[in-house]
């Protein structure tokens, strides 16, 4: 069976900080009022709107009861016997646990992406947040090479993030779900129960 893992980006412990090649990263410098108005400047522009938390279009992607009741009634019908009801009252309560989870993902991949962006943007010298505040001329096209670089990495970042946030959560709703089925006693009468 295959199994979604989520895939962290740590770093190599074993290089970091070692030998000339790896120097440390400076330290966050110091906020001034203009370094906070270039930061957010720079940061609302490599943001676009599809990566802000949404409540309102996030709350409508949320499990209904009749959603709920649906896949609990396909599962029965799959199932082919019966089984207590504590078991669905379990299976109800998984259901909205992975909904829950799921929809605190977007929000927290958006702060975790703007927590780096800032940090990594704190550590630039006031000259270069000045640079990077204006990337583009009146066509588009990049002037500046390194902010043009963090961008892309950091929309890669939140990628990254939210491919493993929502990895985390499939994982945390497959073990709920496969715990369920094994206090149950449901892989012994069905082939294709919740395994982990």
């Known amino acids: 069976m295959r199994l979604p893992m989520p895939v ?5 412990p074993a290089c970091v900080g070692r030998g000339t090649s790896f120097p440390a990263l400076p330290p966050a410098l110091p906020d001034t009022p203009q370094r906070v108005m270039l930061i957010e400047r720079i940061f609302d522009g490599a943001t676009i709107a599809g990566m802000k938390p949404d409540p309102a279009k996030d709350s409508s992607e949320r499990y209904t009861p ?3 009741d649906k896949l609990i009634a396909e599962r029965k019908a ?17 259901l ?6 799921a929809a605190g993902n977007k929000a927290e991949t958006f702060k975790r992406y ?5 940090l990594r943007l704190q550590r630039l010298t006031d000259q270069q947040l000045e640079q990077w505040a204006h990337p583009e001329d009146k066509a588009s096209r ?14 890669k970042f939140y990628v990254q993030t939210s491919q493993n946030l929502l990895l985390e959560t499939i994982n945390h709703h497959l073990d709920r779900m496969a715990q369920m089925d094994r206090q149950y006693g449901v892989c012994a ?3 294709e129960c919740w395994k982990r």
């Open 114 to 118: 703007s927590d780096k962006y800032r």
């Open 142 to 155: 990049p002037t500046h090479f390194a902010a043009s670089e963090e961008r892309k990495t950091m929309a």
């Open 66 to 68: 009749e959603k709920l």
């Open 8 to 12: 962290m980006d740590k770093g190599l």
């Open 96 to 101: 909205i646990a992975f909904d829950e989870e």
């Open 189 to 191: 009468r069905y082939a």
């Open 78 to 94: 799959k199932l082919g016997f019966t089984l207590p009801d504590d078991y669905w009252t379990l299976y109800r309560q998984n």
